[in-house]
């Protein structure tokens, strides 16, 4: 996982905390900050994150039976939800414990 965790750090979100800010926050950060300054928002956030995985997980493999020129390989499915998984358990940390 320490792969995809520093894929998930280095995800920026195109809001900047002060105009002055070159570059947006970073995602977690993002949520933490929101969570800390709006708490009645935690609740909504992690109902939002809230979703099954595994039949997330299902949807997308189905979509690899799709014919195309580009098709999605299920190597392709793994990686992508291993990445939404890890997202989904770092928000939820940051939502219930910060």
């Known amino acids: 996982t320490s792969f995809v965790d520093a894929y998930i750090s280095r995800g920026r979100h195109h809001l900047r905390t002060t105009i002055a800010e070159s570059k947006g926050a970073r995602h977690i950060d993002l949520v933490r900050d929101l ?28 979509l690899c039976e799709i014919q195309s020129a580009t098709r ?10 291993a990445v939404i998984s890890r997202r989904q358990l770092r928000l939820r940390e940051v939502l219930q414990y910060d």
């Open 72 to 81: 999605l390989s299920e190597a392709r499915v793994d990686a992508i939800c």
């Open 35 to 62: 969570a800390a300054s709006r708490p009645n928002l935690r609740a909504v956030a992690l109902e939002a994150i809230s979703f099954d995985m595994p039949l997330l997980k299902a949807e997308m493999k189905a």
